[in-house]
C-alpha cells in the first residue's frame, strides 16, 4: 500500500509492503467431530518516501479450531469481533478492521474462546484472553505479571431480527494498574430498511482516576434501484465520558455515510464520508472515494482522500492533507 499528500513531500509518504502466506490444515476425526489448525505470518516492509524505517515479520494467526454441530472451540492468536455496525463500531473491542480497507487485515488476540448453538437459533461465546492490546495499559507501562480479560456474548433471533448482549471484564486478577468493566447491547433488524444499534457502558479504574463513557450509535442501509444498484449506509453515534452523576463533560459526535455501486463483474466505486464533532476542536471531515478493479488473483485499488491533522475517527494510518492512497494485491 502507498499513500500520498499532495501537499506533503514525497519523503514523508508512506509505502507498506506485506506477505502474508497462510496455512489451514483440517482433519474430520468423524462425521459430527472436525479439527483445524490457523497459521499466517505478517511479514512487512514499512518505508517514508526512499527511506527504509522498518522491516520486521509477526504472527498474524495461530489458532487450534474443534467443531461439532452445536459447538466451536478456538485457543491461540485469533480474530474475535461482533456486532451489526460497519462503520462506528461500539463494539470494535478486540479488532483493528476498518471498512475502508479493502484487504480487511487486522491484528489478532491471544485467547480462548467457546462457542455454543442452541436449538432455536441462539448462541453463547465464552472467552479469556491474555495481555489484550489496550492503549491505557501501554500508557502505564510494563508488568511482570500479564493482565487476563474475560467475557460473554449472547445472541439470540427475534422477529425479523437479532439481539445481543455482551459482557467484558479487563484484568479480573487485577495484575495492572488498569481495570474496566463494560456492558454492551445490540440489536440487528431487517424491514424495508436495514436497522442497527449498538449501546455500550464502561467503567475504567487506573491510579488516581474512575472513568465511565457512555456510547451509543444507530446504522441504516437500503440499496435502491439505480442501474446496478446503489447500496448506501448511514450511521451516527454519540460518545460520552467523565462520571455517572456528574456533567460528563467530554462529548464525541460522529456520522459516517458510505456508498457502493458495481459497475460490473470486476469493478466497483465506493466512497466513504466520516463527520466529527467535539467541543475542544472545529467540525472534521474525511471524504475518501476509491475505484476497486479485480483481475484473477489481483486486486487493484484507487482513493482520493482528504484527511484533517487530527482524525480522531480515523482507523487508518493517512497522512494529513489531501492525497491518494494505491491499494496492490495478489492472493494465491
Not at 465464552?126 to 500508557?139: K, S
Not at 463494560?182 to 467503567?203: I, K, Q, T, Y
Amino acid at each position: 500500500m502507498h499513500v500520498s499528500s499532495f501537499e506533503g513531500s514525497f519523503d514523508e509518504s508512506p509505502t507498506t509492503m506485506r506477505y502474508i502466506p497462510q496455512l489451514r490444515l483440517d482433519h474430520q476425526v468423524n462425521s459430527s467431530t472436525r479439527l483445524g489448525f490457523d497459521a499466517a505470518v505478517d511479514i512487512y516492509n514499512y518505508s517514508l518516501g526512499d527511506s527504509l524505517v522498518e522491516m520486521d515479520g509477526d504472527l498474524y494467526r495461530f489458532t487450534l479450531r474443534y467443531d461439532t454441530p452445536k459447538t466451536q472451540v478456538r485457543v491461540g492468536l485469533q480474530k474475535i469481533n461482533f456486532g451489526p455496525a460497519r462503520m462506528l463500531r461500539v463494539l470494535q473491542w478486540f479488532d483493528q478492521l476498518d471498512p475502508r480497507d479493502p484487504l480487511a487485515l487486522s491484528p489478532g488476540v491471544w485467547a480462548g474462546m467457546g462457542r455454543y448453538y442452541f436449538e432455536n437459533g441462539a448462541n453463547i461465546r465464552l472467552w479469556t484472553m491474555v495481555d489484550a492490546p489496550d492503549p491505557q495499559r501501554d500508557y502505564w507501562g510494563d508488568m511482570d505479571k500479564w493482565p487476563w480479560d474475560m467475557g460473554a456474548r449472547l445472541e439470540f433471533p427475534i422477529s425479523a431480527g437479532t439481539l445481543g448482549l455482551t459482557a467484558h471484564s479487563m484484568d479480573v486478577l487485577q495484575h495492572s494498574q488498569v481495570t474496566e468493566n463494560r456492558l454492551a447491547l445490540d440489536a440487528r433488524f431487517d424491514a424495508v430498511v436495514g436497522l442497527w444499534s449498538e449501546a455500550m457502558f464502561s467503567r475504567t479504574e487506573e491510579p488516581f482516576h474512575q472513568w465511565d463513557k457512555i456510547s451509543v450509535m444507530a446504522g441504516v442501509d437500503y440499496t435502491f434501484g439505480l442501474g446496478n444498484g446503489l447500496y448506501t449506509a448511514l450511521e451516527i453515534a454519540s460518545n460520552r465520558m467523565g462520571n455517572i452523576g456528574d456533567d460528563m463533560p467530554w462529548q464525541v459526535r460522529t456520522l459516517a455515510l458510505m456508498g457502493t455501486y458495481t459497475l460490473g463483474l470486476s469493478d466497483g466505486l465506493t466512497a466513504y464520508l466520516y463527520a466529527i464533532d467535539m467541543q475542544i476542536l472545529d467540525s472534521q471531515y474525511m471524504p475518501m472515494i476509491g475505484w476497486q478493479h479485480t483481475n484473477g488473483n489481483w486486486l487493484f485499488y484507487v482513493a482520493l482522500y482528504d484527511m484533517p491533522e487530527i482524525a480522531y475517527a480515523a482507523g487508518m494510518s493517512l497522512p494529513s492533507g489531501t492525497g491518494i492512497q494505491l491499494n496492490i494485491a495478489f492472493n494465491h
